[in-house]
C-alpha cells in the first residue's frame, strides 16, 4: 500500500470504523477483526475434569473452572463478528510415538500418558478425555491443531496456517496460564504475533502461578504480550456498534 494514502483521513476514519481498541495492560491493543484469531488452548477435559491427567497430577482441577464461562462469551461474541477461532488440544498419537519418553516418565504417575483411565486413554487423540469439554465445543468449520508439546507452535503447523490466513494478533484463553497458554503465549510472540491475553479466560492449578504468569507477560512493556478482561474485550465490541 502507498505510505501516504496509509495515513489519508479516508483511511484513518475507516481504521477507525474497522478497528477495535481493547484497555488492556501495560496499555490499549488495538485489533483489526480480519486480521485477529481467537486462539483457545487445551480446554481439554483430561485438564478440566476429574479422572483425567490433570487430576492424576494431583492437581485440583476445580481451580480451572471460573475461566469457562467468560470464555463461552468471549467465543459467541468471535463467532459473531467472524473472527477467526481457533483450538489447540495437547495430546499423542495411540502409538506414542510423538510422546517423549522423559513426558511419559515425568511426576512416576500411576496412571501415566498413554495408560487406560476413566475417559479412556490419557492425553490420547482420539479418546473422550482428550477432547474439548462440551460447553466450548468447536464447530465443524473451526481449527483445531493438535500439538505433542505445551506450545502450540511446537511441531505443529499452527505458524502456516495463520500466515496463510493473514492473522497478524492473537486474543489467547485457555489452560493453564503458566504451561501451555504462557508457552504457546511465549513463541507466538517470537513469531511476531501480536498477543492479548484475556485473564478471566485462563486458569492455572495455582493462584500464584495466575498472577505470576499474567505479571511475567505484561511486565516491560508488554514484553511478551497485553492483558486484559472478557469484560473489557466485550466493551470493545460493543463499541463497535
Ligand atoms: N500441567 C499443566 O499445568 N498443564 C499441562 O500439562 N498442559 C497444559 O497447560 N495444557
Known amino acids: 500500500m502507498d505510505p501516504h494514502l496509509a495515513e489519508s483521513p479516508e483511511i484513518v476514519e475507516l481504521k477507525m470504523k474497522t478497528h477495535l481498541t481493547v484497555e488492556a495492560e501495560p496499555y490499549e491493543f488495538t485489533l483489526d477483526p480480519a486480521s485477529t484469531a481467537l486462539i483457545v488452548i487445551d480446554m481439554q477435559r483430561d485438564f478440566i475434569l476429574p479422572g483425567g491427567f490433570g487430576d492424576f497430577l494431583g492437581n ?16 459467541a461474541a468471535c463467532r459473531q463478528r467472524r ?16 510422546c517423549p519418553p522423559s513426558k511419559r516418565e515425568r511426576g512416576r504417575l500411576k496412571i501415566k500418558i498413554g495408560d487406560e483411565g476413566p ?3 490419557v492425553l490420547v487423540r482420539g479418546e473422550y478425555g ?22 502450540a507452535f511446537f511441531a505443529t503447523d499452527l505458524d502456516l ?10 486474543i489467547v484463553t485457555g489452560v493453564t496460564s503458566e504451561v501451555c497458554v504462557q508457552t504457546t503465549t511465549r513463541e507466538a510472540n517470537d513469531r511476531g504475533y501480536r498477543c492479548l491475553v484475556l485473564e478471566d479466560c485462563v486458569a492455572s492449578y495455582f493462584p500464584e502461578f495466575q498472577r505470576a504468569a499474567l505479571d511475567m507477560i505484561k511486565a516491560q512493556g508488554g514484553i511478551v504480550g ?3 478482561t472478557s469484560a473489557r474485550f466485550l466493551d470493545a465490541f460493543e463499541n463497535l456498534g
Open 83 to 98: 473472527l477467526t477461532v481457533l483450538y489447540t488440544r495437547e495430546g499423542h498419537r495411540p502409538d506414542l510415538s510423538d
Open 119 to 121: 475417559m479412556g486413554r
Open 161 to 170: 496456517i495463520l500466515r496463510n490466513i493473514g492473522i497478524s494478533s492473537l
Open 60 to 75: 485440583k482441577v476445580e481451580l480451572l473452572h471460573p475461566a469457562i464461562e467468560p470464555t463461552r462469551r468471549v467465543l
Open 226 to 228: 497485553w492483558v486484559s
Open 130 to 151: 482428550h477432547d474439548i469439554i462440551d460447553e466450548l465445543s468447536p464447530l465443524p468449520t473451526e481449527t483445531v491443531i493438535d500439538k505433542p508439546g505445551k506450545g
